[in-house]
């Protein structure tokens, strides 16, 4: 299809704490040509706090700003915005939003995303909140519009894959 007269694509690019979000979801955005939000930015201040002091959020926490992530999604000429979007119910939320969102959800190990999560200077999320990240994932079910990619590699493996992903649906 001709990028002039393709519609606007809405790319959220999900996973748990560590697996890259805002690196491949920047390159991706950059890439297509799209406007990037990282997720994190739309977080109030309060949801930011109670990360940073090792508390979860819950879902009350969860829906105004799963809301900013719709609305984030409806560039008039697309969007990448990366968000955690674990659940089923959180996509689902999304969707009301920005129903032409698809997902690529950036996988890998425990050990590989600790390590990550450990390396991280500056960041609210701290690597004590992976495990409750882990267990609450859902992931992505077979009707769900997206893509699974391994985030084992480099980032422009992990972009590449991505890229292949995303053309072949």
């Known amino acids: 299809m001709n990028p002039i007269t393709r519609p ?22 950059s890439t297509l040509g799209l406007e990037f939000t990282d997720g994190d930015d739309l977080h109030t201040q309060a949801n930011r706090e109670k990360m940073a002091g090792g508390i979860p959020l819950d879902d009350e926490d969860r829906w105004p ?30 969707l009301d939003a920005a129903p032409k969102a698809i997902f690529v959800h950036l996988q890998g190990d425990r050990d590989l995303l600790l390590r990550r ?9 701290p690597p004590s909140l992976l495990d409750s990240q882990l267990e609450t994932l859902e992931p992505l079910a077979s009707g769900e519009a997206g893509a699974v990619v391994e985030v084992a590699g480099s980032e422009t493996e992990i972009l590449n894959a991505v890229l292949t992903q995303l053309r072949s649906k």
């Open 8 to 29: 606007p694509l809405q790319i959220v690019v999900m996973g748990v704490s560590g697996c890259g979000k805002t690196s491949i979801g920047t390159l991706l955005a």
């Open 117 to 125: 999560l450990n390396n991280r200077a500056n960041h609210f999320m």
């Open 65 to 94: 700003w799963l809301d900013r992530v719709g609305q984030a999604l409806n560039m008039p000429g697309g969007a990448v915005v990366a968000c955690s979007a674990l659940k089923r119910i959180y996509r689902k939320r999304i």
